[in-house]
T-cell receptor
Framework: SQQGEEDPQALSIQEGENATMNCSYKTSINNLQWYRQNSGRGLVHLILIRSNEREKHSGRLRVTLDTSKKSSSLLITASRAADTASYFCATDAGTGRRALTFGSGTRLQVQP | DVKVTQSSRYLVKRTGEKVFLECVQD?????MFWYRQDPGLGLRLIYF???????EKGDIPEGYSVSREKKERFSLILESASTNQTSMYLC???????????FGDGTRLSIL
């Protein structure tokens, strides 16, 4: 699989439930970022977690990073219909490549 | 507020045409990026630029070229459009290469 692969590819939940998305990557990283994309729009940055951090919060978002497993998770608590979107992780490999590598994303559908 | 503007939301061109996609950012960012997004494949980096007149190939540069004559503007050029270049094209910018990227709303390009 490619650097920054999200799992699952699609997720459907009811409003009020929690949504968890996972991201796995292959090389060591400087940081990992999560983005959101509403249908037909560009991506919007949500949160950045550095390689020396294990957990980060922003509102209803909680991101964890496990560098030993090369994985990250994004938890959205108390989901709302407005959270319906695609979510992408992106990694900064810090190996001289001056660009992020994005995964293929998780499509989240929150049913009202 | 931060803004990345792509010149067209929708564009229809014919095979063999030379196509220009324009992107402008108003944040004085050093780095600018062009991606294409296809279902199931996520975002794939075509080219990026880390300074005026500087460019670097991404993962899928074949059939594309870029131009950055001014800091705020980054152009993607399809030298001779082909049907397999039908896609959503996203432009982004960032201050540092590993920092959060700001995206435009994309250009949906159809090559007939």
């Amino acid at each position: 699989s490619q650097q920054g692969e999200e799992d699952p590819q699609a997720l459907s939940i009811q409003e009020g439930e929690n949504a968890t998305m996972n991201c796995s990557y292959k090389t060591s990283i400087n940081n990992l970022q999560w983005y959101r994309q509403n249908s037909g729009r560009g991506l919007v940055h949500l949160i950045l977690i550095r390689s020396n951090e294990r957990e980060k919060h922003s509102g209803r978002l909680r991101v964890t990073l496990d560098t030993s497993k090369k994985s990250s998770s994004l938890l959205i608590t108390a989901s709302r219909a407005a959270d319906t979107a695609s979510y992408f992780c992106a990694t900064d490999a810090g190996t001289g490549r001056r660009a992020l590598t994005f995964g293929s994303g998780t499509r989240l559908q929150v049913q009202p | 507020d931060v803004k990345v503007t792509q010149s067209s939301r929708y564009l229809v061109k014919r095979t063999g045409e030379k196509v220009f996609l324009e992107c402008v950012q108003d944040m004085d960012h050093e780095n600018m990026f062009w991606y294409r997004q296809d279902p199931g494949l996520g975002l794939r980096l075509i080219y990026f630029s880390y300074d005026v007149k500087m460019k670097e190939k991404g993962d899928i540069p074949e059939g594309y070229s870029v131009s950055r004559e001014k800091k705020e503007r980054f152009s993607l050029i399809l030298e001779s459009a082909s049907t397999n270049q039908t896609s959503m094209y996203l432009c982004a910018s960032s201050f540092h290469s590993n920092q959060p990227q700001h995206f435009g709303d994309g250009t949906r390009l159809s090559i007939l």
